[in-house]
């Protein structure tokens, strides 16, 4: 084995791409905090797909310069992604890492292949969410699964986010035996959100939205996974009870035209304003009353996260790690794919909303006390730990 169990340790995070949303918040500071902790820590990232945004500006300002593998991205395509192992396992055999951890799907195919191939010590996966449901068609869904299978086998250990998706990984989908399931609660930089004073920004006058309007977000990427058509046909039915109501899509994506045109579709081309992609987080959940998730499938939801901290109430689908997050009242939780009861708890929410908006502000500390990076890393450096010390 071309590795020696021995300090300083050496780290590497392979994801897919850093793009806006998703994990990219969490892997890049993770990977400054590992090497504040003593390890040497880097960070591998392929390229960002059109009309995502990128966030290598973050990883600039915490001085981690990614390695780049530009054949990493976003599709899987076993024949392809062959050039892919084949550069990783160079790269792996170079650097000589005691641990690889590997995120998102092509990365966590590619990645864990190379490091087994490399005989990488420790290889670890974490699944941030899963494309088991809601992504493709039946025989897609049971290639895909077939393919984590077998690197679940590759693995020493699969990280799952939440008890919900531990659950689901071990024992519903099977990826690998439960036994060799484990959960790590991830996290993000959420300092400049700890002591935001709501209401509070400028979002309101940008986007030209009155400081009497109640105001409704959904935040995250234009795709169909998080299922904006069905946050339109439930706001439209808010906005029918309620018509001072305004609605803010904030992100960018490929649905962005056919979203356009279904909100003038339903009537209510005039109250939704489709924003773009944002990075001043404060100024959104300082202009927010509610913010709505509707996705058919989830992991632990930025959005979500980002919500809880700063006190905004939340009206999410019940999936994923969602239930977890919201469990004992911490949001309004409702069925996947249903317009009414979303457009129910939303309307519940505006009508009682002092209320709502003391309960949320309870939750504030607790939410930043489980997922700031700090905590994040002190759990994820433990984990190594148990596994470095055997």
Known sequence: MPHSLRPPFKVMHIISRLNIGGISPYVIPITALLRQAGYQSALVAGSVGKREGDMSYLAEQVGVQPLPVPSLGREISPLRDLATVRDLYRLLRREKPHIVHTHTAKAGFAGRLAAKLAGVPLIFHTYHGHV??????????RFYLALEQFCGALSTRIITV????QREIGTVYRVAPPRKVAMVVPGYDLSALRDLVRPSGDFRARFGVPESAPLIGIVGRLVPIKHHALFLEGMARVAHALPAA????????????????????????????FTGWQNDLPAIYGALDCLVLCS?????????????????????????????MLADGRG???????AEALAAAALHTLRDLPAARTHAQSLRKPAFDLYHITPSAERLIAFYAEFLGA
């Open 246 to 273: 305004r609605f803010a899509i904030i992100g960018d994506g490929e649905l962005r035209a056919t979203l356009e045109a279904q909100a003038a579709a339903l009537g209510i081309g005039q109250s939704v304003i």
């Open 332 to 338: 309004a939780l409702v069925p996947p794919n249903d």
């Open 296 to 324: 058919k499938n989830e992991g632990l939801p930025s959005a979500v996260i980002e919500a809880l901290v700063t006190g905004v109430p939340v009206v999410a689908t019940a999936v994923g790690g969602v239930p977890d």
């Open 162 to 165: 939440s008890p919900n998706l």
């Open 132 to 141: 088991f449901h809601s992504y493709f068609g039946a025989a897609k869904t």
